[in-house]
């Protein structure tokens, strides 16, 4: 009797904890990350605040990079140019440059590496004639994947330099 007592007070305090934690969101917000970290709320789907990844990020590209590099292709020479384009045309606006790795590899090294790969392009884009105060970097290494899969597909997905609008 003791037992069947317990069972029903943890299970209304629990439908309590419940129902007190909601959001009272409104149904015009829509959640944005802003690769930080953090969402922030803003009223619908203006397509500047976001990242690259998600093609959330003025028409920002991600840069990728072949296995353990930190070299700039051609493919990626040419979206950097792009997005210094967009930057120039968005002057007040800016970003953060997070590098990315595939899942291979130890934790330290990959962090090296993705702050190899968010730095090298920081450095394109002040080449090209954006400037550093507008620009943050952060290595993320293995954490933050967007394909978890173990094939070479996903590994090419993950190896990257994306960017994430901190602010416009």
């Known amino acids: 009797m003791l037992r069947k007592i317990s069972y029903a007070l ?26 930080t970290g953090s969402t922030e709320m803003t009223g619908g789907d203006d397509n500047t ?10 028409g920002l590209q991600t840069i990728h990079f072949k296995y353990d590099s930190f070299d700039i292709d051609s493919e990626g020479k040419q979206a950097l140019n792009t997005n210094a384009e967009i930057l120039k045309s968005n002057s007040t606006a800016k970003v953060q440059i997070e590098g990315h790795c595939d899942q291979r590899g130890g934790i330290q090294y990959n962090i090296a590496l993705g702050e190899k790969r968010a730095n090298r392009v ?4 002040k ?3 954006i400037s550093a105060d507008r ?8 954490e933050r994947l967007l394909d978890t899969a173990m094939d070479e597909s996903a590994f090419a997905k993950n190896r990257r330099a994306n960017f994430a609008i901190t602010s416009k």
Do not use: F, Q
């Not at 129902?19 to 944005?32: G, H, I, L, R, Y």
């Open 10 to 35: 943890v299970t209304v305090s629990l439908a309590i904890g419940i129902s007190s934690c909601k959001s009272a969101k409104t149904m015009d917000e829509t959640e944005v990350p802003t690769g």
């Open 122 to 125: 920081r450095d394109a884009l």
């Open 127 to 129: 080449k090209l004639g």
């Open 49 to 58: 605040m976001g990242d690259s990844d998600s093609g959330k990020a003025m």
């Open 135 to 142: 620009i943050a970097t952060i290595s993320y290494g293995k």
